[in-house]
T-cell receptor
């Protein structure tokens, strides 16, 4: 799976959009970009994923550049409950199952 | 639905003791996973089971064994615990070709 690079930490004011970047310059054609988050002491939670088109769901939007070498997760109106570590993962299927490789992620702090 | 459940929530062992961590899911998922997370680190895959009856090693399998008891249950066994196995252990499940993994609340294990 391709390696990802994320900033170690970011701050965001409550109510503002949080934009979390991820670099995955070695991504290959069949690899998806996944975003998970982990709120303190809990298990990770799936947020969104995409291949090459921009995606949106009730939690967030995912913007993938045309060359697919980077992406941005957007939380449109950050709340204090969005304070968490956010993981960007690039993944390809292996042996019929799906292993996820978690790096250190970005610690997002939403500030009142 | 309870989702993914793990027992116990906390455990303290002495070096050399054995124990089994239990995991169950009620989402009829085919694939199940065991991860460990050390302080300040991302999750690392220990073992996974793509479907009932199969298990495969992940990134850090040494010192662990697993059993896929049935479709619902996937256990992780430490035969002779070592201080290096002090960690938080997360179980997860997914549809075999599903885009996201669902995580349990974790088991916090300390080996003295």
């Amino acid at each position: 799976d391709a390696k990802t690079t994320q900033p170690p930490s970011m701050d965001c004011a409550e109510g503002r959009a949080a934009n979390l970047p991820c670099n995955h310059s070695t991504i290959s054609g069949n690899e998806y970009v996944y975003w998970y988050r982990q709120i303190h002491s809990q298990g990770p939670q799936y947020i969104i994923h995409g291949l090459k088109n921009n995606e949106t769901n009730e939690m967030a939007s995912l913007i993938i550049t045309e060359d697919r070498k980077s992406s941005t997760l957007i939380l449109p109106h950050a709340t204090l409950r969005d304070t968490a570590v956010y993981y960007c993962i690039v993944r390809s299927p292996v042996a019929g199952s799906y292993q996820l490789t978690f790096g250190k992620g970005t610690k997002l702090s939403v500030i009142p | 639905n309870a989702g993914v459940t793990q027992t116990p929530k906390f455990q303290v062992l002495k070096t050399g003791q054995s124990m089994t961590l239990q995991c169950a899911q009620d989402m009829n998922h085919n694939s199940m996973y065991w991860y460990r997370q050390d302080p300040g680190m991302g999750l690392r895959l220990i073992y996974y089971s793509a479907s009932e009856g199969t298990t495969d090693k992940g990134e850090v399998p040494n010192g662990y064994n697993v059993s896929r008891l049935n479709k619902r249950e996937f256990s992780l066994r430490l035969e002779s615990a070592a201080p290096s196995q002090t960690s938080v252990y997360f179980c997860a499940s997914s549809e075999q070709r599903g885009p996201n993994q669902f995580f349990g609340p974790g088991t916090r294990l300390t080996v003295l």
